[in-house]
């Protein structure tokens, strides 16, 4: 091991001791190593800083809310959080909001909002992640992620991501059907062609909440707010009962949010659930400083326009090794004709270009939302140069 590698796994002892490079500083999509060498950053720390790095309305927001009010507990009603949760519910149509510090942890409390309808059983998708804590682990449907602390929560049933699937399994004692619109985890897999619409209608007609994890889709990811809102994707006029949100919402800073739709705000009761720090001031006037720099400068319009960019560059190289290319917007998987992901990226991050091996075969793409073509284009070149690293 480098001593840096051993640094990192004396620090941080559930990881894997390899980190590519101790980074020291970033603005906007680049960042630089410890030696001074500079990255294209297109993973944003998983989705999630949708500003890219050292944005000045970001900085500006955790500079003037660390200076006036940081935490004060549930016990008290703020200002940010107010202005979040209203925020919120006129972006997603939803009723009522709950804030946690994470994706997990707002996955918890649906997890909570389904047990608490009575019924036993929850359904979720094969080669879903939903989280790591115990109960977001027990609905993600990675069985090697799930092994090593079985048992779980009882309940929980995989399903092949296809109709037929769900309306075999679905019935009037299912609790909740739980899902990501677009598997990111999994290398940013899409539903087939109407799966959405079909989730909707079979659980309304059973009586179980449609519970949609949009923690890596949501914050203009995919081109639009929320991807549950792209054109066709719901019935007119039907919602989601839940909606998962985290990572791009704080643009950096540590925050997840569990909206609700109509009915589904009343089940859980006072007292079945908190958190200390959800929904604390600095989290939610950061948040809301970046949400609103989303809307003002057009960056889901710009995550629509730069994804079309990316997805008609790679298509344009014509590399032999891509097999495809899926997703919406700035989430985009690019699947590879053999095991070589790891290859590519590690080929790339040599060429100064951050992407992630979502799996063996499947690359993903999560830049933050404000580059612009000069970015994609350089991102085309440096990765069609890692893809003529691979062994022939």
Excluded at 183 to 211: I, M, N, Q, S
Excluded at 270 to 298: K, M, Q, S, W, Y
């Amino acid at each position: 091991m480098t001593p840096d590698t051993q640094r990192f796994r004396d620090a941080m002892f559930s990881y894997a001791p390899t980190p590519l490079a101790v980074l020291s500083r970033g603005e906007g999509a680049r960042v630089w190593d410890a030696d001074g060498k500079e990255y294209l950053d297109f993973l944003a720390g998983i989705a999630v800083n949708a500003l890219g790095h050292a944005h000045p309305v970001f900085v500006d927001a955790v500079s003037r809310q660390a200076a006036t009010l940081a935490h004060v507990s549930n016990y008290f009603a703020t200002e940010p959080q107010l202005e979040l949760a209203e925020r919120l519910q006129r972006l997603t149509g939803g009723d009522a909001v709950f804030f946690g510090n994470s994706g997990t942890e707002v996955i918890e409390a649906a997890v909570k909002v389904a047990r608490r309808t009575g019924r036993p059983r929850i359904l979720a998708l094969e080669k879903s992640f939903h989280g790591r804590t115990m109960g977001a682990l027990s609905i993600t449907g990675k069985p090697a992620l799930r092994a090593p602390f079985e048992p779980l929560l009882d309940g929980p049933e995989f399903l092949p991501t296809t109709v037929e699937a769900l309306e075999a399994a679905i019935g009037d004692d299912v609790a909740a059907l739980v899902l990501e619109p677009i598997k990111g985890e999994a290398g940013v897999l899409d539903l087939p062609p109407g799966y959405l619409a079909a989730a909707r209608e079979l659980t309304a007609r059973h009586g179980a909440l449609l519970v949609l994890d949009e923690i890596q889709t949501g914050a203009g990811r995919t081109g639009d707010w929320f991807a549950f809102q792209h054109a066709g994707e719901l019935p007119e006029g039907a919602t989601p009962d839940l909606v998962a949100l985290a990572k791009g919402i704080g643009g950096g800073f540590p925050i997840g949010a569990l909206v609700a739709f109509g009915g589904a705000q009343h089940i859980l009761q006072p007292g079945d659930h908190g958190t200390t720090f959800g929904g604390n001031p600095l989290a939610t006037a950061t948040a809301n400083a970046v949400l609103g720099e989303i809307e003002r400068a057009g960056l889901v319009e710009n995550s629509r326009a730069m994804g079309e960019r990316i997805r008609d560059g790679l298509a344009a190289l014509s590399h032999p090794a891509i097999t495809d290319v899926s997703g919406r917007g700035l989430l985009v998987g690019i699947g590879l004709a053999g095991p070589w992901a790891k290859d590519v990226s590690a080929a790339a991050f040599e060429l100064g270009l951050i992407v992630n091996a979502a799996a063996d075969d499947r690359v993903r793409l999560a830049p933050p939302l404000t580059i612009d073509s000069s970015d994609v284009d350089r991102f085309l070149d440096l990765f069609s140069t890692a893809l003529e690293r691979l062994p022939a």
